[in-house]
């Protein structure tokens, strides 16, 4: 018998299993992350320190990865309660209502966690490229540059790739929950039991992870370059100068590491999330 205290509320369920659950995932498959970071740099995967230093940059991860989870799950699991509610009492019913209201709840979600996610990963990609021998000196040289472009230049500095890191995501996600929430369902009304085991979560998490990594393989090489970029660049402008010097097989590059770290990631996120929010006292 479990001796782990239950927790009544799902918002605070949700916040608890997905720090949880974002801490596991990039902490256990950090080497793959800076191998596929490597593998997508202008430089090359030599140049930016090949199998060498693989942890570099992991001080960032450490501290974002918890708040960013937690973030995600929280404005999900608040989203995908509030829609249905409000659907059903104004008698819209459709086979489509569900699998929306998990692409909208999981892009909303994405958006919150990008808040904490874009500064961590401008950290920690600078440090995984070799950039700087660190996370903390890649933050202290963007800090120093308060003297030349001010505060709000900082903030810039810290959100590079924003937009093209919510164009990524914000896809990944619209692809990777519904799929998992589907292939849920399916269980449940195949078992006919209500609850869903972590084991089974991982592995639907391992399936969905793997589709959605594939298909958006070529964002996550354009937030790359643009997050390593010396200097701020356009996303368009990026696109035309990679597509011109390199043609379109660049944004394939690393989609072998991206396919296995995702999909073993999307097992490990999602099989843990499932097993704290189950024995915090949901199902």
Known sequence: MSTTAKIDKPFTRALLAGALAGTTVDLSLYPIDTL???????????????????Y?????CLIGSAPGAALFFVTYEAT????????ASAQIHSQWTEPLTHMLAASLGEIAACMVRVPTEVVKQRAQAMQYPSSLSALRAILSQRAT???SGI????????SVTVMREVPFTMIQFPLWEALKEWRRRSTGKEGIKAI???GFGSVAGA???????????????????????????????????SGWREFFKGIGPRVVWISAGGAVFLGSYQWAYNELGGM
């Open 211 to 245: 589709v959605a990594a594939g298909v958006t393989t070529p964002l996550d090489v354009l937030k790359t370059r643009m997050m390593l970029a010396r200097d701020k660049r356009r996303v368009g402008v990026l696109l035309r100068e990679i597509l011109r010097e």
């Open 155 to 162: 903030w810039s500095e810290l959100y590079r790739g924003w």
């Open 80 to 87: 995908k309660s509030y829609f249905p509610t409000h659907a």
């Open 149 to 151: 472009i001010g505060l």
């Open 36 to 54: 596929k970071t490597r593998l997508q740099s202008s430089t090359g995967f030599t140049r930016s320190g090949g199998f060498r230093g693989i």
């Open 56 to 60: 570099a940059g992991v001080g960032s």
């Open 200 to 202: 089974e979560s991982a």
